[in-house]
């Protein structure tokens, strides 16, 4: 049986490595609780989840995170919790299904892939259409995959703003009668330039960084699910 | 600031504030003695635009006697439509009129700089008989109304835009020059690298050995070139206006009032400020935002992420004591941070795309408005420019871009000079490099920038 002061020092240290930016050290943090008798159901519910949910915390209150921070939650994230899962005991249930890609004429794809990251590690199953995305495809991606989520990324003003980005997914969701099923989140610079830029290009939801990203669209498919 | 309603904004004084250009503030090449070719253009007068995202600059030369009579230097107005260029396309291709007006506020500008200069040096505006204008890209497809939809196809990223003065008449006319007057735009070379690049290596010199070179042009939109002795490779990458004049609380243009150079003074952790001008400073420019960066970096109090040391808290580093104090906020460095890590990886996938590792490099040219103030050992330190290299390899140029297009204007007509960089030139897109993602994450850490990876078999 292990205590909760041992719980308490892998995450202060697993913290630490991942404001550092520092993923040896994460993954050595992780590989010593698990030989020390640490489950990896706790390993992913107590220590990696926790940091991302920290991570926000800190992005929200105060400027003090970095890109390089961002991405780096994130891929440490995604790698810990796809070598964790297949030692659950019981397979976790998926908490939504998501496809994302980079709006048509966008190649950016930096973004996407903190939000990725983050997502799988919340178990979010997720299909990543690539860049520069038609909006047919990602409403047809969506509908295939069962996706109850579209997220769209847009670096540039106008692929946030042109009518085949967020607006033409709209607008084809409408025509299908899919608007119920299938929700829009955006995510990109212009749109953390402008906060109401998202309700103009008639998103569902948008948010200012990939790791906060990932949290958003968690919120949303457990709304559209229940 | 983000309006929460209908906003009425009221331009109290339109008139853009225009001001000499000193003579250290570009880089003078010196002119061919002997003209080479046909020339058309013997007398007269002839004026040389550098129309920059930032900045315009022009300067104005006696064609017959070979020399410089005047110059000047102002914002671009079109700075009202966006600070990058992207914003500014955008705002064009909303339709034909929107473009129009963006067209015609830079050629107002440019007409408004060329009458500042003519009047300022007492010179016959009849006798103008040639303007020559370089720019990047998108600067030069908005000025010509042409080809500024297609750069927003990425599928034209890799192609030659088109930027062809269709009515110079209306241009020389509108200018208050006389009608035969030629109006020439120095094509671009494709994508988003533009002619001031090719007039960057025309000016700097650096395909004319067999010595492997690299130029970097530092700006809001910067372009690289690398020289391997048989071909020029070239790129554009957006660092974003960090350096320029926004994006960071208190970036200003290196002009009057700009800190340039901030050293630390002593182990009290305060800085000793040079400004431009002797005045009270207004704010940091490019070079100095590398100089205060790479000194906290190594005394400890900024870590290699990003993040300030504990002991500074969260209030950031007092750099100028002033109305209101300069201080360097996390939000700062993370606009810093971004603007090197696109400039280094874009430099490192070129090297690697054209087989030429750092360590090969005999000569590396930096250019660009903040370039002729930057501490190259400080720039290295925090991975702004290749980390490998002995610092007397490097030369600072100032705005080569407007050196190269004085060139142009004593050149043969038609641009043979230029025509034969087209030739040996070879574009890299960066959006379409697989590697670049990974380069940026790597580059966005305040450290030196690492040898280039060559792969084996890779095009040498």
């Known amino acids: 049986m292990i205590d909760e002061s041992m719980v ?28 020390r008798g640490m489950t990896p159901e706790d390993i992913v519910f107590k220590v990696v989840l926790p940091a991302m ?27 810990v919790v796809a070598e964790m899962i297949p030692k659950f005991k019981q397979a976790p249930q998926v908490a939504g299904r998501v496809v994302i890609g980079s709006a048509e004429g966008d190649l950016h794809s930096l973004g996407k892939r903190i939000v990725i990251g983050c997502m799988r590690a919340r178990m979010i199953e997720v299909t990543d259409l690539g860049v520069n995305v038609p909006p047919e495809r990602f409403v047809d991606e969506a509908v295939a995959h069962g996706a109850s989520i579209i997220g769209i990324s847009a670096m540039m003003v106008h692929t946030a703003r042109g009518s085949n980005g967020s607006l033409g997914v709209r607008r084809i969701l409408k025509e299908r009668g899919l608007e119920d099923r299938i929700k829009i989140v955006v995510g990109g610079a212009p749109y953390r330039f402008d906060h109401e830029l998202y309700k103009t290009v008639q998103a569902d939801a948008w948010a200012e960084d990939g790791v906060t990203a990932a949290g958003v669209i968690a919120e949303l498919a457990e709304e559209v699910r229940t | 600031m983000t309006p929460v309603g209908d906003v009425t904004v009221e331009i109290v004084d339109a008139a853009i504030a225009w001001r000499d250009l000193r003579e250290d503030e570009y880089t003078p090449v010196p002119l061919p003695s002997e003209p080479r070719g046909i020339r058309t253009s013997s007398a007269g007068l002839g004026v040389a635009v550098d129309l920059g995202t930032t900045e ?7 064609l017959s006697r070979r020399r410089g009579l005047g110059g000047c230097l102002g914002p671009n107005p079109q700075s009202t439509f966006g600070a990058d260029v992207l914003s500014r396309l955008g705002t064009a291709s909303w339709t034909g009129e929107d473009a129009a007006g963006v067209g015609r506020v830079a050629r107002d500008a440019i007409g408004d700089a060329i009458d500042y200069v003519l009047l300022r040096e007492h010179l016959d505006r009849s006798e103008v008989c040639r303007v020559v204008i370089v720019g990047n890209s998108a600067m030069l497809a908005l000025l010509t109304e042409c080809g500024y939809d297609a750069l927003l196809e990425p599928d034209n990223w890799a192609r030659e835009i088109d930027c062809h003065v269709s009515d110079a008449r209306a241009w020389v006319r509108a200018w208050g020059l006389p009608e035969s007057a030629r109006v020439e735009v120095a094509r671009p070379l494709a994508g988003f690298v533009g002619s001031d690049l090719l007039a960057d290596v025309l000016a700097t010199g650096m395909i004319e050995g067999t010595g492997k070179t690299l130029l970097l042009d530092l700006g809001t939109n910067t372009e690289i070139a690398v020289w391997d002795g048989t071909v020029l490779w070239v790129t554009s990458t957006p660092g974003g206006p960090a350096f320029e004049s ?3 609380d208190f970036g200003v243009p290196a002009e009057a009032g700009a800190v340039y150079r901030a050293m630390p003074r002593d182990a009290s952790g305060t800085f000793a ?17 590398v100089d205060v960066v790479a000194s906290l970096v190594r005394d400890g109090r900024l870590k ?7 002991e500074v808290g969260d209030d950031g ?21 971004r603007a090197k890590a696109a400039i280094g990886a874009g430099t490192q996938c070129l090297l690697e795309e054209a087989g030429v590792p750092q360590s090969a490099l005999e000569r590396v040219y930096v250019c660009g408005a903040f370039g002729r103030f930057l501490d190259v050992a400080n720039a290295q330190q925090v991975g702004l420019l290749p980390g490998t290299l002995s610092p007397d390899r490097f030369g600072l140029w100032g705005n080569a871009a407007l050196a190269g297009c004085e060139l142009l204007l004593f050149a043969p007509e038609g641009g043979a000079a230029v025509e034969r960089l087209r030739t040996r030139a070879r574009l890299l897109n960066l959006a379409q490099v697989p590697a670049f993602d990974d380069r940026f994450v790597e580059n966005l850490y305040l450290e030196p920038a690492g040898e280039t990876r060559i792969t084996e078999g890779e095009p040498a």
């Open chain 2, 246 to 248: 926004c994006g960071t």
């Open chain 1, 8 to 35: 308490e020092e892998t995450i202060r240290h697993y913290n630490e490595a991942i404001f550092d930016t520092d993923r040896d050290r994460a993954l050595e943090m992780v590989h010593q609780a698990l030989e």
């Open chain 2, 317 to 337: 580093v007092v750099v100028a004591e002033g109305e209101p104090d300069l201080v360097l906020r996390r939000r700062d460095v993370d606009a810093f941070q």
């Open chain 1, 53 to 79: 949910d920290q991570m926000i915390k800190s992005i929200s209150e105060a400027f003090d995170t970095s890109l390089a921070q961002h991405y780096m939650t994130a891929q440490i994230a995604d790698s």
């Open chain 2, 56 to 62: 315009i600059r022009v300067t104005v030369w006696d």
């Open chain 2, 273 to 289: 400020c040079d400004v431009i001008g002797g005045e009270a400073p207004r704010g940091l420019c490019g070079s100095a935002l």
């Open chain 2, 304 to 310: 290699r992420t990003g993040n300030f040391a504990p």
